[in-house]
């Protein structure tokens, strides 16, 4: 068991090296587009509502062939040269179908969604997110074959390029126009929402360069028969991936119908950038995911999984929630994250933390379904979540505005998550610690709590005072679970 939590660790930490650092990187941009873009100013709030349609249409190309790559590669008596060429063959037609299409029907597109007047940004993006997702399958190759350098070098190529981009945009070009405008003719001082989709277009093309050669694939072939087999697998898989990023990004997408107009966009962008703080969190779960779903099905014949996955739960829990009072702690330091005139919404940061929190432990607990090929029970889940979620947003959005959004992705992922341990438990029963965590719980809100009813005014003796209750925290997880993992490194020894 030590020996597979090693790996995990390791791939975990190699991954991370690409969303964690490279994510956070990119996070560094947050601010530069907070300070550039000014709340007031609404641009923000489009830079927010563009991307949360990206997230759904990746989602919608993809139809949940990254899981069922893995599921198909690691059965007997299949060749996955042939999975891998089928599954290529299946996003690779839906995506060019795609982009044809909205290129075609740009214009109407773009009206319906309120971008009449800047229809090149809809035009850019659904480009960017049909080549994404044909990407996204050479990336879940990569990880299947254990190859994490390369998906690193490839994933930190577009972050690199991102960031000097922006950077170019946002603080050179504007120096260099104003002193010699001759120098940059195509430059437009007042389009720095535009710019953003740009760059994000250029970067897209610069990995798939990178990229090619798993286009290899497709002369693998396609398997009409396996392709039907595929697809029932995952059409479940995809209905739970849309009721899944909805839980993400439906509060962003809806507002702008909920809250119209120059106002909703202002508030939709203070909501967006702030939210960026509580992605930290996110950052955390996606390292964590990109190691931990080809570890559990290269592992799914192994008689010791269901232990393995009830101790990675765990630890799990622990190192998120202190990850969670870490940023909330210090929320005088990464408030610096996002310009000053968006820190209004700060108060959601915690809310959008822990509803991060409960999407990783319901993405811990999916794997019941995912290993008995029971995938439907996950877009049941997953559908009556999001309708938790929308429910609350319609409801609550017109009276108090963006908080509503934040407990309404909590109370989304926490219906989604106690819906798949309690009727896990029914199908695939599997021993977690749940005293255990609830007591990490419970601690830690508790330490939250006696922080946020401290009355001290001053910024640094604040944290102080914070640093000795996370020290509370660490000095409980060293005495409550890190002897044990100790004592069994010395007797494996």
């Known amino acids: ?33 907070t300070i550039k873009i ?8 489009v830079v927010t509502n563009v991307y949360a349609y990206t997230a759904l249409l990746l989602t919608l190309l993809t139809f949940g062939m990254e899981t069922t790559l893995f599921r198909f590669s690691t059965k007997e008596n299949e060749d996955s040269r042939k999975v891998y060429g089928t599954v290529l063959w299946l996003v690779v037609s839906v995506s060019v179908t795609f982009a044809v299409l909205c290129i075609v029907f740009n214009t109407p597109i773009s009206r319906w ?4 007047d ?13 080549i994404d997702a044909v990407q996204s ?20 190529t577009f972050i690199v390029t991102n960031i000097g981009l922006n950077l170019f945009i946002f603080l050179g070009a504007p120096a260099i126009w104003n002193s010699n405008p001759e120098l940059l003719w195509w ?53 739970l991936g849309i009721a899944g990023i909805l839980n993400q990004v439906a509060d962003k997408i809806t507002y702008l119908f909920i809250m119209p107009g120059a106002e909703g966009e202002v508030q939709l962008g203070i909501y967006g950038a702030c939210t960026k703080i509580a992605m930290i969190m996110a950052i955390l779960l996606q390292a964590f995911r990109y190691a931990y779903e080809p570890f559990v099905f290269n592992r799914s014949r192994d008689n010791d999984k269901d232990t393995l996955c009830a101790v990675t739960m765990k630890y799990f829990v622990i190192f998120t929630l202190l990850a969670f009072l870490v940023v909330v702690f210090y929320m005088d ?21 822990m509803a991060e929190i409960f999407m990783g432990i319901y993405f811990n607990l999916s794997f019941w379904y995912k290993l008995d090929d029971k995938t439907y029970w996950g877009a049941i889940m997953s559908i009556i979540a999001c309708a938790v979620l929308l429910a609350i947003n319609f409801i609550f959005v017109p009276r108090y505005g963006y908080v509503a959004c934040a407990w309404g992705g909590m109370a989304g ?78 007797t494996q020894d």
């Not at 969604?113 to 009449?116: E, N």
Request: proline share 4%; glycine share 10%.
């Open 1 to 33: 068991m030590a020996k597979e939590l090693k790996s995990l660790v390791k791939d975990t930490a190699l991954y991370g090296i690409s969303s964690i650092v490279g994510r956070f990187l990119n996070y560094l941009l947050v601010p530069l587009y």
């Open 137 to 156: 399958i050479m990336f879940a190759h990569l990880r299947q074959q254990g190859r994490p350098l390369k998906f690193v070098a490839l994933k930190m």
């Open 118 to 130: 800047h229809p090149e940004y809809i035009a850019c993006m659904t480009t960017i997110v049909a």
């Open 38 to 45: 000014t709340a007031e100013s609404g641009g923000y709030g």
């Open 113 to 116: 969604m309120g971008y009449a």
């Open 187 to 239: 430059y437009r001082p007042d389009y720095s929402v535009g710019y953003i989709f740009f760059i994000n277009l250029i970067c897209t093309a610069c990995v798939t360069l990178g990229v090619i050669p798993g286009l290899k694939g497709l002369v693998y072939g396609f398997d009409r028969q396996l392709a039907r087999r595929m697809l029932r697998y995952a059409m479940p898989i995809l209905v």
């Open 413 to 490: 992922y926490g219906t989604a998550m106690l819906l798949s341990y309690f009727i896990g438990q029914h199908y695939h029963p599997i021993s977690y610690d749940v005293k255990g965590i609830l007591t990490y719980f419970g601690l830690a809100l508790a330490l939250f709590g006696v922080s946020k009813l401290l009355p001290i005014g001053d910024q640094w003796l604040r944290m102080g005072t914070n640093t000795l209750l996370l020290g509370v925290f660490v000095v409980y997880i060293i005495k409550r679970d890190l002897p044990v993992l100790r004592r069994k490194r010395e």
């Open 333 to 353: 330091i990464f408030k610096h994250l996002v310009g000053h005139t968006y820190w209004e919404g700060l108060h959601v940061v915690p809310i959008v933390m």
